[in-house]
């Protein structure tokens, strides 16, 4: 497995690079205090930016991950702003940049290259963004400001372009035995993002460093309980499952990192944080969901279990006395074209509630709303009551166990502590 390059530090200076080995890692919330006000909006509108593109269909290459996108976003403006306002420490590179230099100039400019250069049918929007931004920079420091931005995307952009994202994804043979993972009713799709794992990774020295433990024997009390919950609560005629547990499966059907992108959006704005603090909050959350998202295919292709509906049609064959198969099972969510453990929705959510607990403390209203179940808001008092939901909203859309969401849970636990830390 290749190592992560976010442990290399460049020190840019005139245009050339010079490679200086060093620690880096993101700036402690602390660092915020030498900020300047003002500007967070920069980062909020190239991320709804993003947002846009991805949800728009045809946009998004079908074997590269959109996580990859945000934190090559995400992780350009931040150090674009780092340059700039020499507060706190760059995520991957230091560019000595003239004092007069724009913070906002910096950070618009290299959020428009990084999505031009991934998204170049969008030339034309990102263009009319950037231009908008800029018009209210103060000539000044704007030139110096687009130079940073720019150098700092070009470089990031140079680095990562051969990081394994463009492989072909391999095909896997369909399981055959009791708890192997094949590919899942109504269309039998094959396994999707089979090359991730193989992905190098922002912050993580390897894609299997929090790998979840072995799964638990199908013959055993802890499978046949999980199984039951999710034959019960998640089939698609389920007369156990609550009114509100069906809005809960289909609320938060849609990609969980747009979520809590939007979460973010709502909470970085509300709390009038500069533009140091939008910077750091959106390179920490979309870094940690990038690399979860290796971590978590990693997991998955390692251990190929099979989907509940593929566990239930066949319980009858698993060998444990305490479930039974039922033929015509049917979730009432589709099920992705990947393995069920560890669960997607626990890891990423759970990253993202440790990311800004870890900025804005536990307590905070939040107001989500969802793509899949448009006009539905569900209020949460925490972080951690959203990612919960979200997490165990997969057992009653039939998609996940229990076993998936707690190997979920502490995936994106322990990913997340690492990038803080980092």
């Known amino acids: 497995m290749t190592t992560s390059m976010s442990r290399r530090h460049l020190l840019v200076t005139g245009g050339a690079a010079a490679a200086v080995l060093a620690t880096t890692g993101l700036p402690s919330p602390a660092a915020a205090a030498g900020g300047r006000r003002g500007g967070a909006d920069v980062v909020l509108a190239w991320n709804r930016e993003l947002l846009t593109t991805v949800r728009t269909a045809g946009l998004q290459p079908a074997t590269v991950h959109p996580t990859r996108s945000f934190a090559l976003l995400h992780a350009a403006i931040h150090d674009a702003v780092v340059a700039t306002t020499g507060t706190g420490r760059p995520y991957l590179f230091t560019v000595e940049v003239p004092a007069a230099a724009n913070p906002e100039a910096a950070a618009a400019q290299a959020g428009h290259d990084v999505l031009a250069a991934l998204y170049p049918t969008r030339a034309g929007e990102f263009a009319n963004l950037l231009a908008g ?12 400001g687009v130079r940073a931005g720019g150098l700092v995307a070009r470089l990031l952009l140079g680095l990562r372009a051969n990081d394994g994202s463009a492989a072909v994804p391999p095909a896997i043979p369909p399981g ?10 109504p269309a039998f799709a094959p396994a999707a993002f089979t090359h991730w794992a193989a992905v190098t990774p922002f912050v993580l020295d390897r894609a299997g460093r929090f790998r979840p433990g072995a799964y ?21 005629g389920s007369t156990t499952r609550t009114a509100d547990e069906t809005v809960r499966a289909r609320f938060w059907a849609a990609p969980i990192w ?14 009038h944080g500069n533009l140091v603090v939008a910077a750091r909050v959106f390179a920490r959350l979309n870094l940690a969901f990038a690399d979860a998202v290796i971590a978590f295919y990693e997991a998955k292709y390692h251990y190929r279990i099979w989907r509940p509906i593929t566990a239930i049609r066949l319980a009858g064959d698993d060998g444990n006395p305490a479930t039974d198969g039922v033929p015509d099972w049917s979730s009432l969510a589709t099920t992705p074209a990947d393995p069920a453990y560890p669960g997607a929705h626990s890891v990423v959510s759970q990253a993202g509630a440790l990311v800004l607990r870890q900025e804005f403390g536990p307590r905070w209203p939040l107001a989500v709303t969802s793509e899949a179940l448009p006009g539905v808001v569900r209020r949460f008092a925490t972080f951690q009551d959203a990612a919960d939901e979200a997490g165990l909203s997969r057992i009653v859309a039939g998609v996940h166990t229990r076993l998936d969401h707690e190997a979920g849970r502490q995936l994106g636990l322990d990913v997340a502590a690492f990038v803080l830390r980092s």
Request: no cysteine; net charge positive; charged share 15%.
């Open 176 to 185: 055959t035995a009791p708890g192997q993972y094949r590919p899942t009713p």
């Open 216 to 236: 638990p024997a199908l013959t055993g009390t802890r499978y046949a309980k999980a199984l039951n919950e999710v034959a019960a609560a998640g089939r698609d």
């Open 258 to 271: 747009n979520y809590w992108n939007e979460i973010a959006q709502s909470v970085v704005g509300g709390s």
């Open 133 to 144: 931004q800029l018009a209210r920079v103060h000539p000044a420091g704007r030139a110096a």
